[in-house]
Structure formats: C-alpha cells, structure tokens
C-alpha cells in the first residue's frame, strides 16, 4: 500500500492562531481519518469523513475533503499549547486496513 | 477501564535474539493490528487479524511473526531475521474487520532498541 503525503512536516505557530494541516493520497477510499499523537505515546482518533462527505466539525477541528484532488485538510482553530502533538491523516480503501501518512509536527508556542 | 496494553514499554535486545512484545485488549474487538513507526516516519503495517486465529501479512511482515489464539491477545515477535528491529511498535484494534475501516484504538507502544 502506498502512504499519504502531509504538508508541511513541520508547522511552528503562536497560541491562538490556526492551524492548517494537508493530507494527499493517491488511490480511491472509503474514508479518510486524522489521528493525534503526543511525543512517544500512542495515537488517538480525532474525527473521520467519509468519501461522500465534504466536510466535518468536531470542536476546534474542522476537515475538508476533496475525492476530485484526492486531498484533505485538519484546521485547527484557537490553538494552545496542549495541541502540540503530531497528527497524522490515515485512508482505507478496498484494502481492509488503514493507510498512513506521514505526519505533521505541529508545535504551538505559549 | 477497557482499553489496550502493550508491554514492555522499553525492551533492549542483543543482536540475534528473538523478543517478544505483548499485546492485550479487552474491549472485545475482533481486530488487531501491529504497526512499525520509525523517527519522523508514518505507521507502517507489520501484520493485522481480523478473528481468532487468523491473521495476514501487511507491507512489511518479513523478520516479524504472530499468533491470535485469543480474541483478546495479538503478541507480536521480533526474530533475528529482521535486520533493522530498532523501532517504535505499535498495536492496535478495531471492533471488526471488513473493507468500511474505522476508527482505529492504540496502545501506548514499546520502543525496541538492539544493542
């Protein structure tokens, strides 16, 4: 399976502004899925949308998708510090698991 | 609380040793999965099952083995044949299989270094 693409790999911004992650893949998918993990521990679930979906809200966070572009985006917005994780986008296909990327590492300066 | 277990969370292995790493769940899922993550990187597949007593090779099963004798274990070992084990392993699980994946539950992970 190939892995999704994220962009940036690193993202530094100040509390309180937005932050904006992108996710790109490259087949067709039932799903795409954002995960969070805090330095050397595991990763947790954040939200999934589903392939006829064009966006979903979850608190703080908002994702877009667009099959067309095959791309998603994570915003997240009035971010703190305790949002100083790496997220992750994850897609599932035909294939019965789940596609990684590779990571944005988001720090949010106090 | 249910959730999932992974142990140990630090293992030191000496070159050409084989080592175990534990993985329990009791949240009565059907799925289990094992992941590799190196520094900087994205998750990589080792090996998943979707019910007791099976399980299926992901992208990267070579030097890796398993067992699913329990619904609620999945323990994953590292032989000497993988060459480059040092690595941050993780598992996880899923209600059930099937091509609809969801939401997918973590343990806290095991670093493995080969000394």
């Known amino acids: 399976s190939q892995q999704g693409e994220e962009d940036p790999q690193a993202l530094s911004i100040q509390e309180g502004e937005n932050a904006t992650m992108n996710c790109s893949y490259k087949?067709?998918?039932?799903?795409l899925q954002w995960y969070r993990q805090n330095s050397g521990r595991g990763l947790v679930h954040l939200i999934l949308?589903?392939?006829?979906?064009r966006e979903k809200h979850s608190g703080r966070l908002r994702v877009t998708l667009d099959t067309s572009k095959k791309s998603s985006s994570l915003l997240i917005t009035a971010s703190r510090a305790a949002d100083t994780a790496s997220y992750f986008c994850?897609?599932?296909?035909?294939?019965?698991?789940?596609?990684f990327g590779s990571g944005t590492q988001l720090t949010v300066l106090p | 609380d249910g959730g999932i277990t992974q142990s140990p969370k630090y293992l030191f292995r000496k070159e050409g040793q084989n080592v175990t790493l534990s993985c329990e769940q009791n949240?009565?899922?059907?799925?289990m999965y094992w992941y590799r993550q190196d520094p900087g990187q994205g998750l990589r597949l080792i090996y998943y099952?979707?019910?007791?007593?099976?399980?299926q090779k992901g992208d990267i099963a070579e030097g890796y083995s398993v067992s699913r004798e329990k619904k609620e274990s999945f323990p994953l070992t590292v032989t000497s044949a993988q060459k480059n084990p040092t690595a941050f392993y993780l598992c996880?699980?899923?209600?059930?299989?099937?091509?609809?994946?969801?939401?997918?539950?973590f343990g806290e992970g095991s670093r493995l270094t080969v000394l």
């Open positions: 996880a699980s899923r209600p059930r299989g099937g091509a609809n994946t969801g939401e997918l539950f």
């Open positions: 087949t067709s998918i039932n799903n």
């Open positions: 949308i589903r392939s006829n979906e």
């Open positions: 994850a897609h599932s296909g035909s294939a019965r698991q789940l596609t």
């Open positions: 949240l009565n899922h059907d799925a």
């Open positions: 099952s979707q019910i007791v007593n099976d399980f």
